[in-house]
């Protein structure tokens, strides 16, 4: 065992040595690895947190909740015909379809949302293009969030339009600094409103937890803000845990009321969160696809500079190798040593981008609702990456090293 660890641990020493004699082709080396490591674990760790977050809001809304939209989640080309974008002529959704299916005994919940981007202000605090989210009552029930202090409005404020209004605590803050939100009334695109709750998100994917955001019911919305129903969505709670089945009655419900004929497709899209993993999957397949590029142009870049490194520090050391030959060496020794010395150049590359990845992450997870964290999948594939660089790149030169006939070397000046 001695005998293996004496060869590596000399490897190691004869690296470093080299980096200390070869600065500044030893650092374009670590610099090519490190951002190829620090681009693998940036990425790997921005998916895991958001995958986090996807499933912590899923798991509050229920696992058999569903969406229905107006259109679909597709990655299908549109040209902007009806051929190939038959969802645009997809009718909007109405109060009338909402209240059918909400009326099912097998739906549990019901909550229809739109959104519009309004100015809100507080005095001389204003807020402009900030978003403003109309729902219908229940909406905590699937959407994961809690109010911190407050109340919700109730499904008879709803019913009216009461000007009352539910802010985040990002909004509270931006509008009125240490002083108390509630009761106080906020202008939103110059219509009164009450604010009658202070809302917290459920540590939203989307990060609609870090931006000013403010949440009145579908009623009032529509009837002071101009928002649009046409681009509302619905969200279903079933009453049980047969989701298909509660889908198949809201499909039912909807194409019975929109006179759709067998054989005509649906016009309307039913998003489960099984499809909605699918398409996330498919996103962070094209980031994956970014970062392997981008990783191996890192990692190519640094390859080089390890063959340029070892090749300076075979020629160097020709005398040496004679020497050692002289004394009963082996070519694979000599292999392993030249191995071991780009392995190692390697190996600091990675570990200073594995750093460099971690406090980053780090500072994201500190300063905004994402869970970033570095996998440890992308930690030992981060780790592997650069040792295989080492050794592919620097198997030319160790090579050499290996072949090299003692006696010529010996003559090397």
Known sequence: MLARIKPLGEGVMIALDALRANKVRAALTILGIAIGVFVVVIISAAIHGINTGIAAEFERAG??????NRFPITFEACDGSDDTCLWRNNPPFT????E???????????????????????????????????YTAGWLVVDGGDIKRGRDFTATEDKSGARVVIINDKMA??????????GKTIMIREQPFEVIGIYEAGGSFMGEGTSPRAIVSLTSGRRYLNANTDWADLTVKPRGDDRDAVIDDVTAVLRSMRSLRPGQPNDFAVITQDKLFETWGRMTGMFFLVMFVLSAVG???????????????????TREIGVRKAMGATRRVIL????????????????TGLLFGWMISAIVRSATPMEMSVPPGAIVAALLASCLTGVMFGMVPASQAAKLDPVEALRYE
């Open 63 to 68: 696992p058999t909740t569903f969406f229905v």
């Open 95 to 98: 109060i009338a379809e909402s």
């Open 100 to 134: 059918a299916i909400r009326d099912l005994p097998s739906v549990h919940t019901l909550t229809v949302r739109t959104g519009v981007g309004a100015s809100v202000k507080y005095k001389d605090r204003q807020l402009s293009s900030t978003g403003v989210n109309a």
């Open 173 to 182: 803050e931006r509008l009125f600094g240490e002083s108390e939100p509630l």
């Open 299 to 317: 990692l190519i870049v640094g390859g080089v500079g390890v063959v340029a490194i070892m090749m300076i520090s075979v020629t160097e050391r």
């Open 336 to 351: 392993w040593q030249f191995l071991v010395e780009a392995t190692t150049l390697t190996a600091i590359g990675a570990v």
